[in-house]
């Protein structure tokens, strides 16, 4: 069973920065593909940004290219996603995901997210 753990949310004004960290317990993290989406309230889940197993190839959606950058140490078993240039419109629960297909499974990137992490919270203040 795959366990995943977010951390590093919080509340930061509209410019400013924030790491989220993802700690993967339970399967070979380096044998799997990992994604961060969010989630607002009323809307959606999206998908933020993924990364294959071995970093070679990454995603990011339009509206976070250029601000977000994902990366990973397999070695940690952690993923990263560092988000600068904050705006109020990033506000939103962020997930880590794992590659897997579950019954809650989302795609991105070319993979299917199944497995799932509890969410740290992004609020950012204009």
């Known amino acids: 069973q795959v366990e995943l ?4 949310g919080g509340l930061v004004q509209a410019g400013g920065s924030l790491r989220l ?7 070979p993290n380096g044998l799997r593909a ?3 989406f969010r989630q607002a309230p009323g809307k959606e889940r999206e998908d933020v940004s993924c990364i294959s197993w071995n970093r070679r ?13 994902i990366s990973r140490d397999n070695a940690k078993n952690t993923l990263y996603l ?9 506000t939103a629960m962020y997930y880590c ?7 809650h499974s989302y795609y ?6 199944g497995y799932w992490g509890q ?6 203040s204009s």
């Open 57 to 69: 190839i990454t995603y990011y959606a339009a509206s976070v290219q250029g601000r977000f950058t």
């Open 34 to 36: 990992m994604a961060w």
């Open 5 to 8: 753990v977010e951390s590093g």
């Open 21 to 27: 960290s993802c700690t993967v317990s339970g399967s």
């Open 97 to 103: 995901a794992a590659e897997g297909t579950t019954t």
């Open 82 to 90: 560092q988000m600068n240039s904050l705006k109020p419109e990033d």
């Open 108 to 113: 991105s990137g070319g993979w299917y997210f």
């Open 119 to 124: 969410g740290t919270q992004v609020t950012v």
